[in-house]
């Protein structure tokens, strides 16, 4: 099992870190902050929610690694994102535009650091989390990943993670779901019950991201 595990993390990093080294581009927070028109709309409002597939509050990503946001935001581009709105914004973006982004949303955030260890969770929660071994890849602390393409989950909103990982569990749509294979084959461990279990207790730890309310109108 151990070896498995070991197998799956070393496939994990290789798979990430080719997704950033296709986009290693610098980052200009500056420029950034005058591309960001199309996304104040909805992640710039506190409470914001989205209506596909589902109600859910859209992520907070002020204080988000910029690594993993432009790993994002370059997966809905090329399709292994299926979220219609994002793909057509991700579809518009140019590496460097990509870049200046995810650049402003990582620097623009007031939120104190995480605490570098969290309280035990329950037995039921613990178990999930060794099962998926959650923090092998995000951290102990679930805001300090192996590395910054993993995104932070700590103090992200409860109904915005089920969703993405039931997302890791959808094949074969147009639409909808997230070609991953490491992801996929973690969500696909669990069923939608102990998703939300698992939602449920990284949202409610301390993170390092926020919502900061913007004005659609710059």
Same mark, same amino acid.
């Given at each position: 099992m151990k070896k498995l595990l070991t197998s799956a993390l070393f496939i994990a990093v290789s798979f990430v870190t080719s997704q950033v080294l296709a986009q290693d581009v610098q980052g200009d927070p500056k420029a950034g902050e005058k591309k960001i028109a199309m996304c104040i709309g909805c992640h710039g409002i506190k409470g914001y929610q989205a209506s596909f597939p589902e109600v859910y509050r859209v992520?907070? #990503?002020?204080?988000q690694? *910029?690594?993993?946001?432009?790993?994002?935001?370059?997966?809905?581009?090329?399709? =292994?994102?299926?979220?219609?709105?994002?793909?057509?914004?991700?579809?518009?973006?140019? =590496?460097? =535009? #990509? *870049?200046d982004i995810a650049a402003y949303y990582a620097g623009h955030s007031t939120a104190p650091a995480a605490p570098e260890k969290l309280p035990e969770?329950?037995?039921k929660v613990a178990e999930l989390l060794t099962k998926g071994a959650c923090a092998s890849c995000h951290?102990?602390?679930?805001?300090?990943? #192996?590395?910054?393409s993993y995104p932070k989950l700590a103090g992200q909103h409860a109904d915005y993670l089920f969703v993405?990982?039931?997302?890791?569990?959808?094949?074969?749509?147009?639409?909808?779901?997230r070609n991953n294979v490491v992801m996929g084959g973690i969500a696909k461990q669990f069923t939608n019950a102990e998703i939300k279990e698992l939602a449920k207790y990284l949202a409610a730890q301390p993170g390092e991201m926020q919502v900061v309310p913007q004005s659609k109108f710059r």
């Open positions: 992520p907070m #990503i002020f204080g690694n *910029a690594k993993y946001i432009s790993s994002a935001l370059a997966a809905y581009r090329s399709g =292994d994102r299926k979220h219609p709105t994002m793909k057509g914004i991700g579809a518009s973006l140019t =590496d460097q =535009d #990509i *870049a969770p329950s037995g951290g102990v602390n679930y805001s300090k990943g #192996i590395d910054g993405a990982l039931k997302s890791y569990k959808t094949e074969n749509l147009g639409t909808w779901g």
